[in-house]
């Protein structure tokens, strides 16, 4: 009983592609996959662990999710909501360091994986 | 479920309330050691020194004057005796416990060097005189005690030169002359007259003694020898322990061969064993239970080895074989340890058949003393132990303390010395009995958190090269700590059981109920506002030395 | 407590930068005391020195071990990691691990006299954390528990922190630094020295006397104790809530039943806490009928811990700041999450400003004045709640008006929202305040106090306290 967050279940969805959303998540204890789905097919774009965070978009956009969240096994998450996000970045804007250097990260990564992508077509 | 819970172990109704309050523990220390001796005290005032301004120099010195309230010998003590107080200091697991012995030698010399002077005799005089017979550490420790509350003393002793066992017995290479004639005659100095010569019993009487003295005290020691009790034990070549030890050191004939065996397991033994290597034997060193149970010294019997001396445990005498008055063989009956005996140690039983015969012309015999005085009026009973009450009394106005009540070691002699001089003066001033006992209670092991205390490695006693030890036999092995290491080495106390100023409570009290006192000394620093105590406990489980403690557990 | 120290040089090469007041490559940063504001500035402090490598020296003197059980290894709180602080070092990728997380909290039961009721959020997650200062209660079997503080320390270490486990008695201004002095007769020199002893130690009493540089905070005491139910009985009886009481008992301000693990904390804050005062508290039906049996037990810890009510000023000089309780906190609740915010804003102005009472003035203050300002409308908030404990017919309506909330799946959850937040702290007061003063929050209000007053229309039931799950 111990444990922040929300516990799910193996496979269950925490958000779906397509879903508009308002929040983050960061992973206590357990994976989750990120899928997306491409005229019915599903892509693996990574998995995520504990510590790991997900869905941040939605607290600088208004757009829809991007992927889909599938956890792999039993996992606890815990939410971050936008307004207590956005209203600890105002007093403080070094909040967001890690999720932009998160980001960072994310975007060379895949910058490198379409670079393949294309010189393999 | 309940409102039970346990604490220290016993069940303990809830809910918990700890008040706390400041008591001084008595620490393991001075629990341990036979001369009661303030150890924390003087150790305090060297650790603690900077924060009443003292110098180091300063510092020591008044540590030497705390010592010498109890032990006016302590360059003597800190070489030879076995240093019971260390074995139970709280910091043994952690880092090793703090060289007190080391640092009570140290002191001794500083004093020497220094001149130091004992306290000063009163001017006037009482009334009283005393007579004490004997010169040994109990007899110099009772006159020493009673010269500074005022008696005019005589000391009546059997030898020429006083000191009995401790010029006698011990070897140069443990305790050097200069060292206990320096202090010696700083004690003899305080104004007492010394007849050397004379015995009591022989010479003077007891109740001759006791007719010219209000007051007598009896430090006759334990003079005689135990003998074997083997056969071909009478003839030359048989020398009792003590004997070779006292004629070695007057440069007399001992009478001693080249091939020496030595029966007994003290410290007599081992330094009659040591004695023979300087002399150039070769030297076996027989002892009828095994290493573990010997009562030497553990570091003796190291060095001892390390000499030379060979060693031969659960083996005893049997027979000496001599070819005419000359020793050639000592039949020795293998032993084994059977059954505890009366004083829970396991006695010794021969296995049966086994036998050896070992080659010898000398057997040095030091299996413990006898009392060796002759009948005297109805007190002195030839071979019978002095049974005195606690504080030394025999009877009115007579007292006895050392080894004439067994043997034992130096420090007992001197604490028996102090507390008969203490409970005599009483007597002869019609003042309440001084307690015998320390009055505070004995620091329980885990109020001590010796987690809180930063390691400090112990100090190492520098030692001569082992090559020189055999080349120059009458030089100490052992040196003194040096000037900065003592330093260093007080500093390691953890003042059980008495504040040290760490700080701790005065800080983190929530209601601010400890308050600093105007004239700080060491163990003294805070005074606290019980009836302001909010009971949370923190105070005590964060006080490092235990000084600090639960009222209402009675202790 | 200055008198006789004298100045020793400590082992570093004494740090040169008497004439600028800002830290550079070599420069050596004091904090004195481990609580969460000591260890959460000099992790924040050494992270971001390390974005713009900057090598400075941080070292944490606390003598105390966070593993002792009891309050030798406590700094004395209720216990309770906000909402808001959770999710913000969660952000921060900082996550509180299971053995530090005593229980996940996820609504809290309000009782009073005239009923209970339970408040969630629609989130059905826990994202209020319940943990231990230090390693739990006084005790005699061994607890499979981890103390916040240790594991906040543990990271500053990890960050590079060099932990002295020393206790300071004194902060004086020698030669255009700052030399810090211990009991120990230890002393070494500082380019800063960040004050983190919060308000239960004498070191700001004493820095107050010594340098005459600012006013410390003013204090008032609170009662803590902790009772040993069993982690089975405590899921049974107290759930993964938190319990909350508002009771009409003179100068009791809030009280709190919060469940972790085995034990459960008491925290109450009132005015003037006395013996009397938490009898009476004992006594109140609404406590009894938490606990089983309808008995409040024997508890196994307790002290009276002082909090800050009211900011040092300044909190700040040359080459000094006060953070956490020491400095500026929350008024009552979040204290933990206001060491959070002060320690960051500290350390900020010290590595990409400076360590002058002015750098300290324009990038340091303005929080604190935030915070101060917040709590003075926080201050009148809780003199309305106390109105409130006073008066049964505003019991009556508030409760109904939040049992209404809960019963309906998309109610905006006026009340709710407002007592969860007046509650855990998650929002600040002049926020809570101004959702009190909208329309219909205040239109429902009204409606409550006259329905819920009259016979029959009332919604809430009296319960007795046991709240399964």
Redesign the interface.
């Known amino acids: 009983m111990a444990g922040l967050g929300k516990e799910y279940r193996a496979g269950e969805v925490i958000f779906r592609q397509g879903d508009t959303g308002n929040c983050m998540f960061v992973i206590q204890d357990g994976e989750v996959e990120a899928v997306a789905e491409l005229e019915g097919r599903e892509f693996r774009l990574r998995t995520m662990g504990p510590n790991e965070f997900f869905g941040e978009m939605a607290l600088f956009e208004k757009e829809v999710r991007t992927a889909t969240i599938r956890t792999t096994k039993p996992t606890r998450i815990l939410s971050i909501d936008k307004k207590n996000f956005l209203g600890g970045i105002h007093e403080d804007p070094s909040l967001a360091f890690r999720i932009v250097q998160t980001m960072s990260h994310r975007i060379r990564d895949l910058t490198d994986r379409l670079a393949r992508y294309e010189q393999q077509r | 479920?309940?409102?039970t819970?346990?604490?220290?172990?016993e069940a303990v109704?809830?809910?918990?309330?700890?008040y706390a309050r400041q008591f001084e523990k008595l620490p393991p220390c001075q629990a341990r050691c036979p001369s009661s001796g303030d150890i924390r005290g003087w150790l305090g005032i060297i650790a603690q020194r900077?924060?009443h301004?003292l110098s180091l120099d300063e510092a020591y010195d008044k540590a030497w004057q705390r010592i010498v309230e109890f032990n006016p010998m302590p360059a003597t003590t800190g070489r030879i005796c076995p240093h019971p107080c260390e074995d139970l200091c709280s910091r043994q697991d952690k880092d090793g416990a703090v060289s007190i012995n080391a640092m009570e030698r140290f002191l001794g010399d500083w004093g020497i060097s220094r001149g130091l002077t004992l306290p000063d005799v009163p001017h006037q005089r009482h009334p009283e005189t005393v007579g004490v017979v004997g010169s040994g550490p109990a007899s110099l420790s009772f006159a020493y005690q009673m010269a500074i509350r005022g008696y005019a003393v005589t000391i009546y002793d059997r030898d020429e030169r006083p000191g009995g066992m401790l010029r006698h017995a011990i070897p140069d290479y443990r305790l050097p002359r200069e060292v206990l004639d320096a202090e010696i005659d700083r004690i003899l100095g305080l104004g007492m007259a010394l007849v050397s010569s004379v015995d009591i019993g022989e010479d003077l009487t007891l109740d001759q003694l006791r007719e010219k003295h209000e007051l007598v005290f009896l430090g006759l020691g334990a003079q005689a020898a135990r003998r074997l009790g083997i056969p071909g034990e009478e003839g030359p070549g048989v020398i009792p322990g003590i004997e070779f030890l006292r004629k070695r050191k007057e440069r007399q004939d001992t009478g001693c061969g080249r091939n020496v065996l030595v029966i007994g397991g003290g410290n007599t033994a081992i330094d009659a064993a040591r004695s023979a290597r300087r002399d150039g034997c070769s030297v076996t060193l027989i002892y009828r239970r095994s290493e573990s149970e010997m009562p030497a010294t553990a570091h003796e019997v190291e060095d001892a080895r390390r000499e030379g001396v060979e060693f031969r445990f659960l083996a005893a005498p049997t027979r000496i074989i001599r070819d005419g008055d000359r020793i050639r063989q000592v039949e020795v009956q293998a032993m084994r340890l059977g059954d505890p005996d009366s004083d829970g140690r396991r006695r010794p039983e021969a296995i049966a058949g086994q036998l050896d015969c070992l080659a010898a012309d000398s057997i040095i015999v030091a299996i413990s003393q006898e009392p060796g005085w002759h009948n005297s009026g109805a007190v002195l009973e030839a071979g019978a132990w002095l049974r005195p009450a606690d504080d030394g009394r025999l009877q009115d106005k007579l007292f006895a303390g050392g080894d004439d009540l067994g043997p034992g070691i130096a420090s007992r002699a001197i604490g028996q010395g102090r507390h008969a001089a203490e409970s005599a003066h009483a007597e002869l001033r019609g003042l309440p009995q001084p307690p015998l006992h320390p009055n505070s209670p004995l620091l329980t092991q885990d109020s001590v958190k010796v987690?809180?205390y930063?390691d400090r490695q112990r100090s190492q006693t520098p030692r001569r090269r082992e090559s020189s030890w055999l080349a120059n036999p009458d030089r100490e092995i052992d040196l003194t700590l040096s000037y900065a290491q003592a330093s260093e080495e007080a500093a390691r106390c953890m003042s059980c059981g008495l504040c040290f100023?760490?700080?701790?409570c005065?800080?983190?009290c929530?209601?601010?109920g400890f308050t600093?006192v105007e004239e700080t000394s060491p163990g003294k620093y805070f005074a606290f506002a019980m009836d302001a105590c909010?009971?949370?406990?923190?105070c005590i489980?964060?006080c490092p030395c235990g000084y600090l403690e639960d009222r209402d557990v009675l202790t | 407590m200055a008198e006789g120290l004298e100045l020793l040089t400590g082992k570093a090469p004494k740090p040169n930068k008497a004439e600028a007041m800002t830290l550079g490559d070599g420069s050596r940063v004091a904090v004195i005391g481990a609580g969460p504001a000591g260890s959460m500035f000099s992790y924040f402090f050494l992270s971001m020195a390390e974005t713009i490598g900057l090598d400075v020296g941080v070292d944490v003197f606390e003598p105390r071990r966070f593993c002792h059980r009891g309050p030798a290894g406590c700094n004395h709180c209720g216990g309770i990691v906000s909402e808001s602080l959770v999710q913000r070092l969660a952000t921060e990728g900082i996550k509180l691990p299971d053995c530090v997380v005593q229980r996940g909290i996820e609504s809290y039961i309000l009782h009073t006299d005239v009923g209970d009721v339970e408040i969630a959020t629609p989130l059905m997650e826990k994202r209020i954390a319940a943990i231990y200062r230090g390693n739990g209660p006084r005790s005699s079997e061994p607890l499979d528990t981890h103390s916040f503080d240790g594991y906040l320390l543990e990271l500053a270490e990890q960050k590079g922190a060099r932990v002295i486990p020393r206790l300071v008695t004194g902060v004086r201004r020698d030669e255009g630094l700052m030399t810090v002095s211990c009991a120990d007769q230890f002393s070494d020199a500082y380019d800063l020295v960040v004050v983190a002893t919060g308000v239960n130690s004498r070191l700001t009493e004493m820095l107050e006397n010594e340098t005459a540089e600012f006013s410390r905070a003013d204090r008032t005491k609170t009662f803590i104790c902790e009772f040993f139910l069993g982690r089975e009985v405590i899921r049974e009886t107290f759930g993964p809530s938190m319990h909350v009481f508002l009771l009409d008992i003179p100068r009791l301000e809030f009280a709190a039943l919060i469940p972790k693990g085995d034990y459960v904390t008491l925290a109450l804050l009132g005015d003037d806490i006395d013996e009397a005062l938490i009898d009476r508290f004992f006594a109140a039906p609404e406590v009894r009928n938490c606990f089983p049996g309808g008995q409040v037990p024997g508890h196994v810890c307790h002290c009276y811990p002082r909090i800050n009510i009211r900011s040092a000023t300044p909190a700040y000089g040359d080459r000094l700041v006060l953070i956490g309780d020491s400095g500026t906190t929350r008024l009552f609740k979040d204290g933990i999450g206001a060491a959070y915010r002060t320690s960051k804003a500290a350390a900020k102005t010290a590595v990409f400003h400076g360590v002058s009472a002015e750098d300290f003035s324009n990038y340091y203050a303005p929080l604190c004045r935030k915070i101060s300002n917040d709590n003075r409308v926080g201050k009148f908030v809780f003199s309305v709640a106390t109105l409130v404990q006073k008066a049964r017919f505003a019991r009556r309506g508030i409760l109904n008006m939040t049992a209404n909330e809960q019963l309906q799946e998309d109610s905006p959850r006026r009340m709710s929202g407002v007592l969860w937040d007046l509650f855990s702290g998650s929002a600040s007061y002049t926020d809570v305040f101004l959702r009190t003063l909208h329309p219909a929050y205040v239109g429902l209000l009204l409606w409550n106090l006259v329905s819920a007053n009259l016979p029959g229309g009332r919604k809430a039931q009296k319960g007795n306290g046991h709240v399964r799950h």
């Open positions: 479920m309940s409102g819970k346990t604490r220290h172990g109704e809830l809910p918990f309330q700890v900077e924060k301004g987690d809180y930063a100023d760490c700080q701790q005065f800080m983190y929530n209601r601010g600093r909010e009971g949370c406990g923190k489980e964060l």
